[in-house]
């Protein structure tokens, strides 16, 4: 009985101390979420979102479909919140916090958009009707961004990933 019971045991602690080992070995996840926050058109942005990395894939027509929306970052949805109402390339967006998505174009013009829905799960329950804004912008060609990040400044926010910027103009 008792070395039944020894038995029991040391299975019991290589059972925890496997299971501890794994959880502490974890890696960073492979798109931690990150945010950039900054003034712009005398309102507060902030863009929350996963930043997925190249990884030498192809990102434009490739991981990222032409023509379909995508959630602007990796995981759950990229969200946008001005603190007071903004023109966004010459369109009214009131205060708020949005679903931010993108579609990619392969000619370079882009569909920003500004969805009523700011908590979901990636671009798989986006639904059109529930748009606060859309508008189109031009991309351009930029120096290699191995991992998507935002920016924002006093006259508008960005984004940047592989060799591509989506500048959208704030006032």
């Not at 009985?1 to 059972?15: E, N, P, V």
């Not at 080992?21 to 926050?37: E, M, W, Y």
């Not at 931010?100 to 009523?116: A, D, Q, R, S, Y």
Request: charged share 25%.
């Amino acid at each position: 009985m008792k070395k039944s019971f020894q038995l029991k045991a040391a299975f019991l602690f290589a059972f925890a101390l496997l299971v501890s080992s794994l959880t502490f070995a974890q890696d960073k996840p492979a798109s931690p979420r990150d945010s950039v926050s900054g003034k712009a058109a005398g309102s507060t942005i902030t863009i929350n979102y996963g930043s997925p990395s190249v990884k030498g894939r192809k990102i434009w027509g490739g991981l990222e479909a032409y023509g379909k929306v995508w959630r602007a970052g990796a995981n759950e949805a990229t969200t946008f919140t001005t603190t007071k109402d903004i023109k966004v390339e010459g369109k009214p967006l009131a205060a708020g916090t949005y679903g931010f998505f993108l579609i990619p174009n392969e000619n370079g013009t882009w569909t920003v958009i500004f969805n009523k829905v700011a908590k979901q799960w990636g671009a798989f329950k986006y639904d059109e009707s529930k748009d606060a804004l859309r508008v189109d912008v031009k991309t351009k060609a930029a120096p290699m961004h191995e991992r998507l990040a935002y920016t924002v400044d006093a006259k508008s926010f960005c984004m940047f990933w592989d060799k591509i910027v989506v500048p959208v103009s704030v006032k």
